[in-house]
């Protein structure tokens, strides 16, 4: 079958593609910026990948007619601003161009959403939910908590937490119940209701065996990773101050912060169905969810993360604008060296950042990250999702993944942190010779000031860096 795959390089997308490979279904993925996506299925048969932008209809003619389904695994809780009316308009352009193919099913992954108060990101799940629905391709709807598996946003974030802080000060939400459910059922769910007619036009909540608080949660985690943790709740702590919190402690953005706090103030516990019999699936323990997750981590198999979406606020052809490095107005720290190992070189170039650390200097990095965090930048706590591999699209620390070509030796880094300009990072090695070429486009005044401003610290930094890297 041949079956549309929209948000194809978003987390829940990645888990669900190789899924629908193994089932030998043709798959069409949709994104906005196709080098962001060909370079990690390239090689792979069965993928067709097509640029289309939702808030622009005229590009969502290039989706096949011949279609058999589609998954909708399209939303936002990070961008600034109203998303509501972003995912409004998506949602009408999309289910008219369904009207326009042979579609037999749309298939959209949503949230819990039964009580009668919701926060501002269900509400708007639950308002695309009923514009899909009103379209003439039957809809099925999965309405999900709290999902849990590497990468994904929740996992991270509590990880980050418990992880960090033996003693936690926490608000009253943390004895808000929700119901978590492991990613590896989440795929299970979506995957098995595809062409089922008997989900037509349906909606089910899809959930764990367990109700837990979110303390619960946050405790049951530590007591799998062995970790004596203690938390105290207080009864004031406005949402201001809970989504700093969780801003400064985790890796999340301050605007996916400030929403998940206003969630977090609503039980999301699903109302029963028999999906799960209809389909065969065995629900997972939120414990051993967890020690799943922990297995892909340590075997360094995390296939995506949530920290790799660009926002719709920094996308305009994000990689076709930023992956040429500019020549022009520009200051540029370039250095060179000779390497007895040119191959050696390059693994550790492709190894670097996250638990590796950059090689010279780490607590200045360390620094950097945290004073992007004061400053309402991503800060340096993202890591990356694989000790050795990386791909174009992913985020790397405080920076993006423009380009990543290991039979080249080339790495290309587009930095996201706060800078009065924009800044790149390049390695490559050619022949014995090592590259390193660092390259900022100022903004003003401002940013000529700070590149001058830190220039002492680069000349000892990026020297080092390139040294560890050759030697």
């Known amino acids: 079958m041949k079956i549309l795959l929209t948000g194809a390089t978003g987390y829940i997308a990645q888990r669900l593609l190789p899924v629908l490979l193994e089932k030998g279904h043709e798959i069409i993925c949709m994104v906005r910026e196709r080098e962001r996506f060909a370079g990690k299925y390239a090689a792979t048969k069965n993928i067709t990948v097509i640029e289309a932008d939702l808030l622009a209809p005229d590009s969502l003619a290039n989706i096949p007619k011949d279609i058999d389904a589609a998954y909708y695994l399209v939303h936002s809780m990070?961008?600034?601003?109203?998303?509501?009316?972003?995912?409004?308009?998506?949602?009408?352009?999309?289910?008219?161009?369904?009207?326009?193919?042979?579609?037999?099913?749309?298939?959209?992954?949503?949230?819990?959403?039964?009580?009668?108060?919701?926060?501002?990101?269900?509400?708007?799940?639950?308002?695309?939910?009923?514009i899909l629905a009103s379209g003439k391709t039957p809809l099925t709807t999965l309405r999900a908590g709290i999902i849990v598996g590497s990468g994904s946003a929740s996992f991270e974030i509590i990880r980050d937490l418990v992880e960090k802080l033996p003693v936690m000060i926490a608000p009253k939400w943390l004895y808000t119940k929700c119901q978590p459910i492991a990613i590896r059922n989440v795929?299970?769910?979506?995957?098995?209701?595809?062409?089922?007619?008997?989900?037509?036009?349906?909606?089910?909540?899809?959930y764990g065996p367990d109700i837990l608080t979110y303390k619960q949660m946050l405790l049951g985690f530590a007591e799998v990773r062995k970790l004596k943790r203690h938390i105290f709740t207080v009864p004031v702590m406005t949402p201001r101050l809970s989504s700093y919190w969780l801003y400064f402690v985790t890796s999340t953005s301050y605007s996916l912060a400030k929403n998940l706090v206003e969630s977090m103030k609503i039980d999301v516990v699903a109302k029963p169905n028999n999906l799960k019999d209809l389909l065969g699936i065995s629900l997972i323990p939120y414990n051993t969810a967890i020690k799943i997750a922990f297995d892909k981590i340590e075997q360094n198999m995390v296939l995506s993360s949530w920290k790799d979406a660009v926002g719709r606020a920094n996308y305009s052809k994000f990689f076709a604008k930023q992956i040429k490095v500019p020549q022009h107005g520009v200051f540029t720290d370039r250095k060179m060296t000779i390497t007895d190992d040119p191959e050696r070189a390059a693994d550790r170039i492709f190894s670097i950042g996250g638990e590796s650390g950059w090689y010279y200097a780490d607590w200045l990095w360390s620094f950097?990250?945290?004073?992007?965090?004061?400053?309402?930048?991503?800060?340096?706590?993202?890591?990356?999702?694989?000790?050795?591999?990386?791909?174009?699209g992913e985020s790397l620390d405080f920076w993006r993944v423009l380009y990543a070509n290991r039979k080249e030796k080339r790495?290309?880094?587009?930095?996201?942190?706060?800078?009065?300009?924009?800044?790149?990072?390049?390695?490559?090695?050619?022949?014995?010779?090592?590259?390193q070429v660092a390259t900022f486009r100022p903004l003003g005044i401002a940013g000529r000031l700070y590149w001058y401003s830190v220039l002492p610290f680069h000349y000892f930094i990026f020297n080092g860096m390139i040294n560890k890297i050759a030697h």
């Open 368 to 392: 950097r990250g945290f004073l992007d965090k004061l400053f309402g930048g991503v800060g340096l706590q993202r890591g990356r999702n694989n000790k050795a591999l990386i791909t174009a």
């Open 187 to 206: 795929v299970e769910f979506l995957s098995g209701v595809l062409l089922k007619e008997v989900t037509y036009n349906n909606h089910y909540d899809i």
């Open 78 to 130: 990070s961008g600034k601003g109203e998303f509501s009316s972003l995912e409004e308009k998506c949602a009408e352009n999309f289910i008219k161009a369904m009207e326009n193919t042979n579609a037999q099913q749309v298939i959209y992954l949503s949230g819990i959403v039964n009580e009668e108060h919701l926060s501002k990101h269900l509400s708007s799940r639950k308002n695309v939910e009923e």
């Open 411 to 435: 790495l290309l880094l587009y930095a996201e942190m706060k800078l009065p300009g924009e800044a790149w990072l390049e390695f490559k090695v050619k022949g014995n010779k090592v590259i």
